[in-house]
């Protein structure tokens, strides 16, 4: 038996979030006996949204983490949730789905079944010629990459999740 985590980071936003919660049990595949556990982290500033968020993730069983990063700009305060979020849950999951609070699921996806040989499944960014993972939709296997540090942080000229970038390039991955 496995045991997947899904971690969104919402700000703000928490009109996406029921329906984003619903589509993510519907569609996320995994073996009969296998667990899906879906951890929110509220970085908002807004009380009412976030109140809002506390609530859906309360009716929806999922866990809510209150945060309140805001140093540098908005792709820090998102890598700073998602490294908050990721080095507390890193250990209680085979793998980790980190989504967008704005992404949904359409159809079936079995990402969790298909990667349990890859360290990592992801959307590709290349810039400053290096090769990185957008944390907007990344699957991390902890199974494999449990002993890497992860810093989801941007670098210069980079998005969140560009130091990845090091990730991918020191690691045989």
């Known amino acids: ?18 329906p984003q919660i619903l589509r993510l049990r519907k569609y996320l595949k995994v073996n009969e006996g296998d667990s899906i556990d ?10 009412t949204a976030s ?9 929806n069983n999922c866990v809510h983490i209150k945060y309140s990063f805001d140093e540098g700009d908005y792709s820090s305060h998102h890598a700073l949730a998602l490294n908050a979020t990721f080095a507390e849950y890193r250990n209680n ?16 996806s079995d990402i969790f079944l298909r990667t349990r040989e890859k360290h990592f499944a992801g959307l590709a ?20 990459t449990r ?8 670098c210069a000229g ?16």
């Not at 038996?1 to 029921?18: C, H, Q």
């Not at 002993?147 to 941007?154: A, K, M, R």
């Not at 980079?158 to 991955?173: E, F, L």
């Open 51 to 59: 109140n809002e968020i506390h609530k859906i993730c309360r009716d």
């Open 93 to 108: 999951f085979n793998s980790i789905l980190l989504i967008d609070h704005d992404i949904f699921l359409f159809d079936y």
């Open 1 to 18: 038996m496995s045991r997947f985590g899904v971690v969104i980071i919402n700000y703000n936003s928490p009109e996406y979030l029921t």
């Open 38 to 47: 879906i951890i929110v982290g509220d970085n908002s500033r807004n009380v």
């Open 125 to 144: 960014q290349l810039k400053m010629n290096k090769t990185y993972l957008h944390p907007g939709i990344m699957l991390i296997n902890l199974d494999i």
């Open 158 to 173: 980079m998005d969140t999740g560009g130091r990845m970038c090091y990730v991918i390039a020191t690691r045989d991955v």
């Open 147 to 154: 002993d890497i540090e992860f810093n989801f942080l941007p």
